[in-house]
């Protein structure tokens, strides 16, 4: 059973466009989601996290949204660039930033110069 | 802050033979340690969670006694694939979590094996 359903799988933005990305999870003792930034034989980087408390966060040109009624989630990455070009994934926990990590799949941008 | 590293950044190895890979926690100490496996365009595996001075704890299907955990201080987990097969082949990655400001889970940049 897969608990953190991320879409889309793949994503081509022009550069200066929105990229949006998208997950949702089914477990309400999750309190924790974080994204994270992933280049080609890289580790995982963390960009940006957010817990239920709140419905927004923002850091430079990475926002996340959160609808706790909803389940769901969204990254959105504003004015993409060529360098934003990865695979992004986000991921959810319980017991805050404590708790094990669960990921959803991953979604693959490519940003067009 | 928050750097992970990781040794070797990639490995080679014959069929049968055992393979350690390190992870260290450069600036901050790591209570906690965390090993994933990632295949090709796959999201990370999730293998074992390991608490320094404690036996690690593995997630359901991966054998302890294949992939050695030990978390022997608060900056160094290590990993040793034992009795490697091409199976084992994949893309190791670790992470470490702190306390504090270090209280998220932060990635090293992964190991590359190749079993032949």
């Known amino acids: 059973q897969q608990q953190v359903k991320q879409s889309p799988q793949s994503l081509i933005v022009q550069k200066g466009g929105i990229s949006i990305i998208n997950c949702a999870y089914e477990?309400?003792?999750?309190?924790?989601f974080p994204w994270y930034q992933q280049f080609p034989g890289k580790g995982p980087a963390l960009l940006i996290a957010i817990r239920p408390d709140v419905s927004e966060k923002k850091e430079g040109r990475f926002t996340i949204s959160f609808n706790k009624s909803a389940k769901q989630f969204s990254l959105h990455i504003m004015d993409s660039q060529p360098g934003d070009s990865a695979t992004y994934f986000c991921?959810?926990?319980?017991?805050?930033?404590?708790?094990?990590?669960?990921f959803g799949k991953g979604t693959k941008l490519s940003v067009k110069p | 802050g928050a750097v992970v590293s990781q040794h070797p950044s990639w490995v080679i190895c014959k069929s049968g033979t055992s393979v350690k890979i390190e992870c260290r926690s450069l600036?901050?100490?790591?209570?906690?340690m965390f090993w994933y496996r990632q295949f090709p365009k796959q999201s990370l595996m999730l293998m074992a969670t390991?608490?320094?001075?404690?036996?690690?704890?593995?997630e359901q299907g991966v054998e302890k006694d294949k992939f050695l955990i030990n978390h022997a201080s608060l900056t160094l987990s290590t990993l040793t694939v034992t009795s490697a097969h091409p199976e084992d082949s994949s893309f190791y990655i670790c992470?470490?979590?702190?306390?504090?400001?270090?209280?998220?889970?932060?990635f090293g940049p992964g190991t590359r094996l190749t079993v032949l």
């Open positions: 477990n309400t003792a999750f309190d924790y």
């Open positions: 600036d901050f100490q790591a209570t906690t």
């Open positions: 390991s608490n320094e001075g404690s036996k690690a704890t593995y």
């Open positions: 991921a959810a926990s319980r017991g805050g930033s404590q708790g094990n990590l669960i």
């Open positions: 992470s470490a979590r702190g306390q504090g400001f270090y209280n998220e889970q932060f």
